[in-house]
């Protein structure tokens, strides 16, 4: 068994992660810290838990997680992780961080988007967890930047596509659609249910954090800086998220078929990246609750541009469902243990 820690248990990804890796038959949930609630049971916070997860949340202490702990998945914001990761990496413990901390590996890339890095010397050696993309990369590493959720819905449709030379880099336009839940479970009046109930606005345009760790992973993939243009939106719904890719194609006779050959030659035997066919496009209603990610696509011809277009669940392919997804993959384990939870059909 693989004895985990979930480090922020009681935020929205790390409830979520606590709910996945609960049902997961090679874990043992060993450790939940919050700061806010320790000495509380999990139930008491999460009612949705009582009879499921019987345990207390304790204070974060890493000399407690000296030996009890194989894999600790850092649920926390921005700044935080980079202060404790250090401390666990050097007793031995594999890290999965779902903060920004280490998805860069340019420490000046990451501060012109967040603050200052004090675990500089722990980015060479961390990998990107888009797990379909660098699963060779993943399963060697002992620390993982796991991926946004607007960088997943984004790169897993466009990282194939570039790498094949079949669009040009420099037209890539994504318009993103994301779930209230992405912001977090702290309060804030952005958030606040007046504020948005019955309302459907853009945010943080050209100002979003993700778009420097999206453009990172995009000139990787096409060997030239993209032209990249990117504009959240928040949707009055808890979870889920779409988002629609603009892109010209490289030249003006390449087929639907060619495109949808490329992304199913990538994405055929990957477990959790559903294409759509029949002339069905993604919905965000049909992977809720699930590590999934549904990709479809339309060609324009007329203006030599591809639509593509994805559906994730922010909280689960977006956030702890592809921490978990990562942790099968560091640990040798199956890919989808623990994350193959039918969809909810209605």
Known sequence: MIRTAVVGATGYAGAELVRILAGHPEVELAHLTSR?????????????????????????????????????????????????????????????????????KDAQLYES???PHTAQSYLAEAVYGLSEVFPGEIAAARLIGNPGCYPTSILLPLVPLLRAGLISPATIIADSKSGVSGAGRSPSLATHACEVNESFKAYKVMAHRHKPEMAAILTEAAGVAPGFTFTPH?????????????????????????????????????????????????DTRHVRGTNFCDIGLRLDPANNRLI??????????????????????????????GLLAAPYPV
């Open 234 to 282: 928040l949707v009055p719904m808890n979870r889920g998220m779409l988002s629609t890719i603009y892109a010209n194609l490289s030249s003006g006779d390449i087929p639907a078929d060619d495109i949808a050959h490329c992304l199913a030659q990538a994405y055929g035997p990957k477990p959790f990246v559903r294409l759509c066919a029949g002339g069905q496009l993604p």
């Open 308 to 337: 593509l277009i994805s559906a994730i669940d922010n909280l689960v392919k977006g956030a702890a469902g592809q921490a978990a997804q990562n942790m099968n993959l560091m640990f040798g384990l199956e890919e989808t243990a």
């Open 36 to 104: 806010q609630y320790a000495g509380k049971p999990l139930d008491s916070i999460y009612p949705a838990f009582k009879g499921v997860v019987d345990r207390d949340l304790e204070a974060y202490n890493a000399g407690k997680l000296a030996g009890r702990v194989d894999a600790a998945f850092i649920a926390l914001p921005h700044k935080v992780p980079m202060g404790i990761v250090p401390g666990l990496l050097e007793q031995g413990v594999k890290v999965i961080d779902l903060s920004a901390d280490f998805r860069f």
């Open 113 to 115: 988007a967040y603050e």
